[in-house]
């Protein structure tokens, strides 16, 4: 095993083929972020999203994808020149992976390529255990997207944050006020109805309970640009409160802790979960 690779997944204290399985995906992200600082990419663009959260702020649930923003529109913009950086960086650290872009449909503003590799054979690379190995399918992958919108709304600010291992350096990232905005976003405009995105209430939670301030205007611009709010519309605290107590009402938490369970080591506030449990966090909201 790598030296650094297993400095960072002495980090985790595996006990389960999950914890292995969550510890890999994220040591995989953080060395990919690094190909990406080598070959400048944070120069054009910033880290936002669930794992830009638990990487860099420290949230304590893992996240399954890497989700980005361009600083400036730039419809020509293309990840897939990023992706033999990515597959390099991995590659010198042991790891067997393809990096490979998505072919979108045109007129998307969003970007995608795709880490892939094999479970079970990285796995062996980091962890040795044979009861691991047994539990884990030959043929499972492993696939991390990497997604970026190249036509960002407007209203954010970002920061330097700096990762010390696999070696130092550094990540440009929203700041959490606009991160904070995002996931509201994604939690008040998620088009979908029966799939519900625990994570986004869990972060939520995470998010209030440190005090961290709504940055709504860029929650305003965000909504404007996918259709939710009209262009004559000012988005208040109040009526963003209302927005948020209406999709309150609307989820199923029962079906909402399923989706996250198993990105989480500790899952015993979950119990708390309810509709009335996030009113009384919606009146806890801060806003900058």
């Not at 690779?5 to 292995?20: E, F, P, Q, W």
């Not at 649930?61 to 980005?68: A, K």
Request: aromatic residues 12%; hydrophobic residues 40%; contains cysteine.
């Amino acid at each position: 095993m790598n030296d650094a690779v297993k400095v960072m997944l002495d980090r985790y204290n595996c006990a389960s083929t999950n914890d292995y399985e969550n510890a890999l995906k994220e040591i995989i992200q953080e060395i990919a972020l690094l190909g990406l600082w080598r070959s400048k990419f944070f120069e054009k663009g910033a880290f936002y999203g669930g794992s830009a959260l638990r990487i860099l702020y420290g949230l304590d649930r893992f996240s399954e994808d890497l989700d980005f923003s361009l600083l400036e529109k730039d419809t020509n913009f293309s990840f897939k020149g990023y992706c033999r950086a990515i597959e390099d960086e991995l590659k010198s650290f042991g790891f067997s992976v393809s990096v490979e872009s998505k072919q979108k449909k045109m007129g998307t503003d969003i970007d995608s390529v795709f880490i892939k590799a094999g479970t079970l054979k990285n796995i062996i690379s980091i962890a040795i255990s044979e009861s691991v190995k047994k539990k884990i399918h030959q043929g499972k992958t492993m696939k991390i997207k990497l997604e970026i919108d190249k036509n960002p709304p407007g209203g954010f600010s970002t920061e330097a944050r700096y990762l010390l291992q696999p070696v130092p350096f550094f990540v440009n990232t929203y700041t959490l006020p606009h991160l904070f905005a995002g996931k509201m976003h994604a939690i008040l405009c998620r088009p979908w109805v029966n799939r519900v995105k625990g994570r986004d209430w869990y972060d939520f939670v995470w998010y209030v309970g440190r005090c961290t301030s709504v940055g709504l205007k860029h929650l305003e611009d965000r909504m404007k640009q996918t259709g939710h709010l009209k262009s004559s519309e000012v988005l208040t605290e109040e009526n963003f409160k209302q927005r948020l107590l209406e999709k309150i009402d609307s989820i199923d938490f029962d079906k909402a802790k399923k989706d996250v369970e198993n990105l989480l080591k500790d899952t015993s506030s979950l119990k708390l979960w309810c509709k009335e449990f996030f009113r009384v966090i919606c009146e806890k909201i801060k806003f900058q």
